[in-house]
C-alpha cells in the first residue's frame, strides 16, 4: 500500500512567516507534487520533481519553492506568506509506468495565513 | 486555459439510483484518463482510471467510460450509495509528459439517503 504523508494536518501562519511544508513517500516512486486545491478551482499544480535536486514549475510556482534532497522527500517552502496562499496543500507522488500515471495524494495540511 | 472541465459544481442523487459524473477535455494529446474521489479534511484516493485505447473500464460498482471523438469521459455510479457522497476530480495525462495530471475542478457528488 502507498503511503504518502505530509507533515502538518493544520497550520496557521502569519504574514511574511517562512513557512516549511514536508512530504513523504515509503514506495520509492521517481516523481512527486504539490497541488493547492481551492474551492471552484479544483488541483492545481505549484511545482513538481521527477528526481533528487530536480524541479520543474508547475502551473502557479509564484510565491513558492521546492526542495527534493532525498529520493523521498519532497518540501514546499512559502518563502513570506500572504493571505492568498490560505489554501489545503496536496503533495502527491507517482511512478511513470509509460503511458499510465497514477498519483497518489497524502492527506493534505489546510494552511491559514493571517 | 481550462483543458479539463467538470462544468457541473454538484450533483444530487437518491440512494440505489445511478449517479453520472461528467468531464470535457480540450487536449487531443491526453491518452489516460482518472476518477479520484475526495472527502473533507482529506487527500484524493484513486477511483478508476481509463487508457485512450479503451472505451469503458469497470470496477465493482464504477464504470469509467470514453468518447474520443468528443473528447468527453463519465463516471457511472451504480447502485449509488452515501458513503459515495463526496468530491469527484477527472485528470488526463498525455505520454511523455513526466507524469503530469491536470485535473478538473471537481463535482460534489451528495447522495441521499
Known amino acids: 500500500d502507498v503511503k504518502v504523508t505530509q507533515s502538518s494536518r493544520y497550520l496557521v501562519k502569519r504574514t511574511g512567516e517562512k513557512v516549511f511544508l514536508e512530504c513523504v513517500q515509503d514506495m520509492d516512486h521517481e516523481n512527486m507534487f504539490w497541488y493547492r486545491q481551492d474551492p471552484g478551482l479544483g488541483l492545481r499544480l505549484i511545482y513538481f520533481s521527477y528526481d533528487v535536486k530536480m524541479k520543474e514549475k508547475g502551473d502557479i510556482p509564484e510565491g513558492y519553492s521546492v526542495s527534493r534532497e532525498k529520493k523521498e522527500r519532497f518540501s514546499l517552502i512559502l518563502e513570506s506568506a500572504s493571505t492568498n496562499q490560505t489554501s489545503m496543500y496536496l503533495c502527491?507522488?507517482?511512478?511513470?509506468?509509460?503511458?499510465?500515471?497514477?498519483?497518489?495524494f497524502g492527506p493534505g495540511t489546510r494552511l491559514l495565513v493571517l | 486555459d481550462q483543458q479539463v472541465k467538470q462544468n457541473s459544481p454538484s450533483l444530487s442523487v437518491q440512494e440505489g439510483r445511478i449517479s453520472i459524473l461528467n468531464c470535457d477535455y480540450t487536449n487531443s494529446m491526453f491518452d489516460y484518463f482518472l476518477w479520484y474521489k475526495k472527502y473533507p479534511a482529506e487527500g484524493p484516493t484513486f477511483l478508476i482510471s481509463i487508457s485512450s485505447i479503451k472505451d469503458k473500464n469497470e470496477d465493482g460498482r464504477f464504470t469509467v467510460f470514453l468518447n474520443k471523438s468528443a473528447k468527453h469521459l463519465s463516471l457511472h455510479i451504480v447502485p449509488s450509495q452515501p458513503g459515495d457522497s463526496a468530491v469527484y476530480f477527472c485528470a488526463a495525462s498525455a505520454s511523455g509528459n513526466t507524469g503530469k495530471l491536470i485535473f478538473g475542478q471537481g463535482t460534489t457528488l451528495q447522495v441521499k439517503p
Open positions: 502527491a507522488s507517482g511512478l511513470t509506468s509509460g503511458v499510465e500515471e497514477t498519483q497518489y
